[in-house]
C-alpha cells in the first residue's frame, strides 16, 4: 500500500468519527442513529493504521480478496442502518396516524360545544 493511500484511509476514518461525533455533541444525530456509523468509523480507523488486520480478517473469514471483505462489510453496515430507520419510520408513521385521529375527534367536540344550541319549548 503506498503512502499515499495509507494516509488517505486513516484520514478519511479520523473525520468520520469526528464528524459524527461533532453531530452527536450539537444534537443534531442521536445515539441510537450514530452507533452504526461510530463503529464503521472505528474498524476503519483500525483497518486504515493496522491494514494488516484486514488481511487477518479475510483470511478467517475466507476472503480470497481483502478488499471484498471491506465492500461487505461497508454493506453490512448500510443494510443494518437501513432496517433501523424503516423501524423507527413505521413508529412514526403509526404515531402520526393516531395524532392525526385524536386532532380530528378533538376538533369535532370542539365544534359540537361551540354549536349554538336551540332552546327546547
Known amino acids: ?3 499515499g493511500t ?3 484511509g486513516v484520514a478519511a476514518a479520523l473525520f468520520t468519527l469526528v464528524y459524527v461525533v461533532e453531530m452527536l455533541r450539537r444534537r443534531r444525530l442521536r445515539e ?3 452507533v452504526w456509523w461510530l463503529l464503521a ?3 476503519a480507523l483500525i483497518v486504515g493504521v493496522f491494514p494488516v ?3 487477518w480478517a479475510a483470511n478467517i473469514v475466507g476472503v480470497a480478496v481483502p478488499t471484498n471483505l471491506v465492500f461487505f462489510v461497508s454493506m453490512a453496515v ?3 442502518v437501513s432496517i433501523q430507520h424503516s423501524g423507527e419510520l413505521t413508529d412514526l408513521e403509526t ?3 393516531v395524532l392525526a385521529e385524536t386532532v ?3 376538533e369535532l367536540r370542539i365544534r359540537q360545544l361551540e354549536e349554538p344550541r336551540t332552546e327546547e319549548s
Open 1 to 3: 500500500m503506498s503512502l
Open 6 to 8: 495509507y494516509i488517505l
Open 32 to 34: 441510537r442513529h450514530a
Open 41 to 43: 468509523g472505528t474498524l
Open 53 to 55: 488486520v484486514l488481511d
Open 78 to 80: 448500510l443494510f443494518f
Open 95 to 97: 404515531k402520526t396516524r
Open 104 to 106: 380530528s375527534l378533538q
